[in-house]
């Protein structure tokens, strides 16, 4: 693996080296000694908050497999599944005005998701789907990448990824400004959550290795969104009429707040590999479980 290559085209320092020497290297071990023999796809699961290093961590993978051990890897986004600007309008309209802006379950095309994997895991010719989060909607068709073999692994990387229902009970009280002004009656997070409980398991319990990426809190979520954001704004050049000042990154992270912090509490005892990271997204220790 040119590890130089892969730092320069991710735009990673050189210090990030040696992190993956350490941490992800061995998890990628991990990873073929559990596909070893396997006559389907391995189905890895990266959770983690918004910023935390998903993407990046899933790069580092896909790369490893595939140029140091030959393996057929597909990468995919909870986010590549987003529904279209129309179709969350139509949500707003009819459940409540908060599905229009993207992001908690209930604005993924799960649908879409199932046969994705039903696809892949089958041999057939498939599309992966892929979202542009500058114009806020799916890039054309004709541009998502095709795969016609079975992939000897397949990641499925988001923030959201692998998290549970809360009990209802435990909608009733509002958590930030946003709950409270917007979500008075509680209408928005109960239709979350019963979208968790749905179609969203039937896609997470395919998954056969868990990995989560573990903030301190959720206090470091708007820190590393915004950094996110301000990287989109310049590659997405001249098309960023979806890329958001600092004030909307501030009312758009309120949207994650319930799920980040129920997952945060619940998600590290149902994973296999949890990396628990500091206030600068430096991994500070591991927990191994298989």
Excluded at 195 to 200: F, G, H, K, L, M
Aim: hydrophobic share 35%.
């Amino acid at each position: 693996m040119d590890i130089h290559g892969f730092l320069a085209v991710q735009q990673l320092p050189n210090s990030y080296a040696a992190i993956a020497q350490k941490w992800f290297t061995p998890l990628c071990d991990r990873l073929l000694k559990h596909q070893e023999g396997a006559k389907s796809p391995l189905i890895v699961g990266i959770n983690g908050c918004q910023g935390s290093g998903k993407s990046t961590l899933t790069s580092f993978i896909d790369a490893y497999l595939s140029s140091v051990h030959n393996k057929n890897v597909v990468s995919l986004s909870i986010d590549d599944f987003y529904l279209d600007q129309s179709d969350r309008n139509e949500l707003a309209n009819k459940v409540h005005p908060l599905l229009k802006t993207r992001g908690v379950p209930g604005t993924h095309d799960i649908t879409l998701a199932l046969n994705t994997f039903r696809q892949l895991k089958a041999g057939e010719t498939t599309q992966l789907p892929r979202f542009n989060k500058a114009t806020d909607n799916p890039f054309p068709k004709a541009q998502w990448p095709v795969i016609e073999v079975v992939p000897d692994f397949i990641i499925l990387e988001g923030w959201c990824v692998g998290v549970s229902a809360e009990d209802t009970a435990s909608l009733k009280n509002p958590i930030n400004k946003l709950e409270e002004i917007e979500d008075s009656e509680a209408i928005w997070r109960t239709f979350v959550n019963e979208a968790i409980s749905d179609q969203y398991q039937a896609l997470f319990n395919q998954i056969d290795y868990r990995v989560m990426l573990k903030a301190p809190s959720f206090d470091c979520v708007y820190k590393w969104r915004l950094e996110q954001e301000h990287k989109l704004a310049k590659s997405a050049e001249s098309d960023s009429k979806g890329v958001m000042s600092d004030d909307e990154v501030a009312n758009f992270v309120q949207h994650y707040q319930r799920i980040t912090e129920f997952a945060l509490r619940t998600m590290p005892d149902k994973c296999d590999t949890v990396f628990t990271l500091d206030s600068s997204r430096s991994i500070i220790e591991q927990d191994v479980r298989k």
